[in-house]
């Protein structure tokens, strides 16, 4: 039976947050109850995508953001020009239920339209004021070995429907990527849905707060191998307790020098940065030569 009307409606009005938090206790119910037959030995197939590199890999996040309009084809390839090994990159549906590649939940902050790409055609959302690109011309566009982190916006998805995680599953699949994507996301209910619907796919759950032994403990059995913190909140302790866990750790979002010491020093899988050709410049100098700061640590 199809969600009422009416549910999806006050489900759109609530704000991110308390969306996050009410998918974050169903599904950490859900995992736990589960716990005994759903384990990280459940993972079918391939190696998981991060795990054959040896110290931080490159993430270009959005692309060569930092230089480049975020989520584009010409951010994608500059970063691959830039010797990064993962570009990540930001999925949702349009009215029609395409994927389409762009960060906001709506397009005011990209092109001063107060829209919602939910709300809008794929011909719309692709008209030259515009100019977003869907899933498929990506992986149309790049080499067919490039390692693609696809995040999943959480503002996109719904509680009581499973559409944009099924339309990246089948996307993956249709196009031979399983063995190169990573999908990730902040809601650990989008993390759920996708090893339920596809438990060969290598997932990523972002965190940008405290991690508490609680967390940690929670975090191992949503099943994601790897995942990403806000660096704010990386510290030793929080990287061994992960680690412990069986989770790999990157962080995000670092472009400085001092960032990408910290990231070596903390032994992190990779580092997501809007600079690869910094993270380059910055693995090429030796031990005594630093690299000029841009902005401050938080």
């Given at each position: 039976m199809p969600p009422l009307p009416w549910l999806i409606r006050i489900e759109r009005c609530l704000h991110?947050?308390?969306?996050?938090?009410?998918?974050?206790?169903?599904?950490?119910?859900?995992?736990?109850?589960?716990?005994?037959?759903y384990q990280q030995a459940r993972y079918q197939g391939?190696?998981?995508?991060f795990d054959t590199f040896e110290g931080?890999?490159?993430?270009?996040?959005r692309g060569f953001s930092g230089k480049y309009p975020e989520n584009s084809l010409a951010a994608f390839q500059a970063a691959l020009d830039h010797e990064a090994e993962v570009i990540e990159l930001d999925v949702q549906c349009s009215a029609e239920g395409h994927l389409v590649v762009c960060h906001d939940p709506d397009l005011e902050r990209l092109t001063g339209l107060p829209a919602f790409v939910r709300d809008l055609s794929l011909s719309r959302l692709q008209a030259p004021d515009m100019?977003?690109?869907?899933l498929e011309e990506v992986f149309a566009t790049l080499p067919a070995d490039t390692l693609i982190n696809i995040?999943?916006?959480?503002?996109?998805?719904?509680?009581?429907?499973?559409?944009?995680?099924?339309?990246?599953?089948?996307?993956v699949r249709a196009w031979g990527r399983s063995k190169q994507v990573v999908i990730s996301a902040f809601n650990p209910m989008i993390v759920h849905r996708i090893r339920k619907l596809a438990p060969?796919?290598?997932?990523?759950?972002?965190?940008?707060?405290?991690?508490?032994?609680?967390?940690?403990?929670?975090?191992?059995?949503?099943?994601a191998r790897y995942v990403h913190v806000d660096q704010r909140y990386l510290n030793p302790r929080v990287v061994r307790a992960l680690q412990r866990k069986g989770i790999q750790v990157l962080g995000y979002t670092l472009n400085t020098a001092e960032a990408f010491?910290?990231?070596?020093?903390l032994g992190l899988t990779g580092v997501i940065t809007d600079y690869p050709d910094r993270w380059r410049q910055f693995c090429t100098l030796k031990p005594a030569e630093t690299l000029p700061r841009t902005q401050p640590l938080p």
């Open positions: 991110p947050k308390i969306k996050e938090g009410i998918a974050k206790s169903l599904v950490y119910y859900f995992t736990i109850k589960e716990a005994r037959t391939h190696p998981h995508c931080p890999l490159c993430v270009a996040h100019g977003l690109v869907t995040e999943i916006k959480h503002e996109a998805t719904h509680f009581l429907q499973w559409h944009t995680e099924q339309a990246v599953v089948d996307c060969e796919l290598s997932t990523a759950y972002l965190i940008t707060q405290t991690l508490t032994p609680l967390l940690i403990f929670l975090l191992a059995r949503v099943n010491q910290w990231a070596q020093k």
